[in-house]
């Protein structure tokens, strides 16, 4: 599986994307800024679009189904005028893929407007639904958001309109994972959860203004420095009385979604000082040290595992080669995940280089596998091209575990390493040898660099099974989700 195209080219046997946030503060053209910022996003979220502005009295805005591209043109966001944006780029399962789901959602509550817009999951969802639903609030869509929408509004904090303080209110009877970014007409927060689960970073514009984003990328896009992640259990409160920074009282072990780094995230992003790229060249290296095969070329699968591909044959010594061609012009019709779908997607969506392979022994690197059949498709494209061995190597271990925190992930029973041993993977993928990184390879090679600040810092819960937060609440929402419940 890989990167920032999985859904392009898997159609649906993948780690799905989760959102994308952005929010700007003190800038005259914040919807612009936010267009471009949610350009730069888009790999997070390709199933809707929505952008948020204030000019301190009005708010306005627009969102809809489909890419940043086909949602928003410059006529578009010259209807939103103000210096305060927020905007989102929505994945969501099939079931809730709907507008009413679309976000930054907008409400008007006794403290006047609120928009927000979220990354994540909550584990609680459910229960605090089921909680405000008796107290009898009605709910227009099925996602979180509408959720922390709901515990703003009724919090005793929020009757003067003090949003500051109902956020934090609200948030702390919340679990899981979240980046969140909330506005009305004056004031710009943005809240990561406690564990960090979600990224968020905070940048600045060179003219003035603030910016916060899901990955830095959306800064360089927008002309932004990075300032600095936003910590977490952090709460940004940013105003014309200037950036204030409010911790939430439940800050937990600090636990980064280790998928940014291998899967989710643009390779020109960087969280807690690493980039991405690098980091992934990283992993080949060492899954080149812990798992060396001879073998005549390495190649990746586009895109993300490229980059692990290139430090594998660096430390391997074996040259690395471009094994596919992918198309990159593929519309959304191949993004949905039907069986049809899937069946044309790979062969559409990656053209294997016969006369690189042809006679070769082949290392093929790749970010992860999920159910299995991509890899088994893969597998066999290269042999079809002439490939006369294909050993997989996967920078990352078994993914064993579905994810609670926000990313759209396979249940527990379509996880081929949830079941089968790797020996009986590479059967089925039809490869010669195959080798995962270990947990502890992978800790290692993220944090234990000189400029990583502390140890255990990661979230390995979909290979290790150990929920940092309790999930127990989370299980019966995901199964629930087509009718009630979904993640940003
Ligand atoms: S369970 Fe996996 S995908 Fe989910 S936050 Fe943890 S590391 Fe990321």
Same mark, same amino acid.
């Given at each position: 599986?890989?990167?920032?195209?999985?859904?392009?080219?898997?159609?649906?046997?993948?780690?799905?994307?989760?959102?994308?946030?952005?929010?700007?503060?003190?800038?005259?053209?914040?919807?612009?800024?936010?267009?471009?910022?949610?350009?730069?996003?888009?790999?997070?979220?390709?199933?809707?679009?929505?952008?948020v502005a204030s000019?301190?009295e009005r708010i306005v805005f627009?969102?809809?189904?489909?890419?940043?591209?086909?949602?928003?043109?410059?006529?578009?966001?010259?209807?939103?005028?103000?210096?305060?944006?927020i905007?989102?780029?929505?994945?969501?399962?099939?079931?809730?893929?709907?507008?009413?789901?679309?976000?930054p959602i907008v409400v008007r509550y006794r403290g006047g407007w609120l928009a927000l817009?979220?990354?994540?999951?909550?584990?609680?969802?459910?229960?605090?639904?089921?909680?405000?639903?008796?107290?009898?609030s009605i709910f227009q869509t099925?996602?979180?958001t509408e959720?922390i929408a709901h515990l703003i509004a009724r919090s005793?904090?929020g009757a003067g309109g003090?949003l500051?303080?109902a956020?934090?209110?609200?948030?702390?009877?919340?679990?899981?994972?979240?980046?969140?970014?909330v506005m009305n007409e004056t004031t710009?927060?943005?809240?990561?959860?406690?564990?960090?689960?979600?990224?968020?970073?905070?940048?600045?514009?060179?003219?003035?203004?603030?910016?916060?984003?899901?990955?830095?990328?959306?800064?360089?896009?927008?002309?932004?420095?990075?300032?600095?992640?936003?910590?977490?259990?952090?709460?940004?409160?940013?105003?014309?009385?200037?950036?204030?920074?409010?911790?939430?009282?439940?800050?937990?072990?600090?636990?980064?979604?280790?998928?940014?780094?291998?899967?989710?995230?643009?390779? %020109?992003?960087? +969280? =807690?000082?690493?980039?991405?790229? *690098?980091? $992934?060249?990283?992993?080949?290296? &060492?899954? /080149?040290?812990?798992?060396?095969?001879?073998?005549?070329?390495?190649?990746?699968?586009?895109?993300?595992?490229?980059?692990?591909?290139?430090?594998?044959?660096?430390?391997?010594?074996?040259?690395?080669?471009?094994?596919?061609?992918?198309?990159?012009?593929?519309?959304?019709?191949?993004?949905?995940?039907?069986?049809?779908?899937?069946?044309?997607?790979?062969?559409?969506?990656?053209?294997?280089?016969?006369?690189?392979?042809?006679?070769?022994?082949?290392?093929?690197?790749?970010?992860?596998?999920?159910?299995?059949?991509?890899?088994?498709?893969?597998?066999?494209?290269?042999?079809?091209?002439?490939?006369?061995?294909?050993?997989?190597?996967?920078?990352?271990?078994?993914?064993?575990?579905?994810?609670?925190?926000?990313? %759209?992930?396979? +249940? =527990?029973?379509?996880?081929?390493? *949830?079941? $089968?041993?790797?020996?009986?993977? &590479?059967? /089925?993928?039809?490869?010669?040898?195959?080798?995962?990184?270990?947990?502890?390879?992978?800790?290692?090679?993220?944090?234990?660099?000189?400029?990583?600040?502390?140890?255990?810092?990661?979230?390995?819960?979909?290979?290790?099974?150990?929920?940092?937060?309790?999930?127990?609440?989370?299980?019966?929402?995901?199964?629930?989700?087509?009718?009630?419940?979904?993640?940003?």
């Amino acid at each position: 599986m890989s990167g920032f195209d999985a859904r392009l080219r898997l159609g649906g046997d993948s780690i799905r994307e989760a959102c994308g946030v952005y929010g700007v503060w003190g800038h005259p053209d914040a919807a612009r800024l936010t267009h471009y910022g949610l350009f730069a996003l888009q790999h997070r979220g390709q199933e809707s679009a929505g952008i948020v502005a204030s000019d301190g009295e009005r708010i306005v805005f627009h969102k809809g189904m489909g890419l940043v591209s086909e949602v928003f043109d410059d006529e578009r966001v010259a209807t939103l005028p103000g210096s305060i944006a927020i905007g989102h780029v929505r994945y969501s399962t099939s079931g809730s893929s709907h507008l009413d789901n679309a976000q930054p959602i907008v409400v008007r509550y006794r403290g006047g407007w609120l928009a927000l817009a979220h990354n994540g999951n909550l584990v609680n969802a459910l229960a605090l639904r089921a909680r405000l639903e008796d107290d009898g609030s009605i709910f227009q869509t099925t996602v979180d958001t509408e959720v922390i929408a709901h515990l703003i509004a009724r919090s005793r904090h929020g009757a003067g309109g003090e949003l500051e303080t109902a956020l934090p209110a609200a948030l702390n009877e919340t679990r899981g994972g979240y980046a969140l970014v909330v506005m009305n007409e004056t004031t710009l927060l943005a809240a990561r959860d406690p564990n960090g689960f979600r990224p968020l970073s905070l940048g600045r514009f060179p003219e003035g203004g603030w910016v916060v984003a899901s990955e830095t990328c959306a800064f360089d896009a927008t002309g932004a420095e990075f300032v600095r992640d936003v910590r977490p259990g952090e709460i940004l409160a940013i105003d014309r009385d200037g950036l204030r920074s409010v911790q939430a009282t439940l800050a937990g072990k600090p636990s980064l979604c280790a998928f940014e780094y291998i899967y989710l995230a643009r390779p %020109d992003s960087n +969280f =807690e000082g690493r980039n991405v790229h *690098a980091v $992934r060249k990283d992993l080949g290296r &060492r899954l /080149a040290l812990d798992h060396p095969v001879e073998a005549d070329i390495v190649t990746g699968v586009p895109d993300s595992s490229l980059s692990a591909a290139s430090g594998y044959a660096e430390r391997a010594g074996i040259p690395y080669e471009m094994g596919f061609v992918k198309n990159r012009y593929i519309g959304r019709t191949f993004i949905q995940p039907s069986t049809t779908a899937r069946a044309f997607g790979v062969q559409v969506k990656l053209n294997p280089l016969r006369k690189v392979l042809e006679g070769k022994r082949v290392v093929l690197i790749d970010d992860s596998i999920v159910r299995g059949t991509t890899s088994r498709r893969i597998v066999s494209l290269l042999r079809q091209a002439g490939a006369t061995e294909v050993h997989l190597r996967i920078a990352s271990p078994p993914y064993r575990h579905p994810c609670y925190y926000g990313i %759209d992930t396979s +249940f =527990e029973s379509e996880l081929i390493a *949830a079941t $089968r041993s790797v020996e009986e993977i &590479r059967e /089925a993928v039809g490869a010669d040898s195959l080798a995962y990184l270990s947990s502890e390879a992978l800790h290692e090679t993220i944090t234990g660099l000189p400029d990583w600040p502390v140890a255990e810092r990661l979230c390995l819960a979909c290979f290790t099974g150990k929920y940092e937060v309790p999930v127990d609440g989370a299980r019966g929402k995901f199964e629930l989700e087509e009718g009630k419940g979904g993640r940003a």
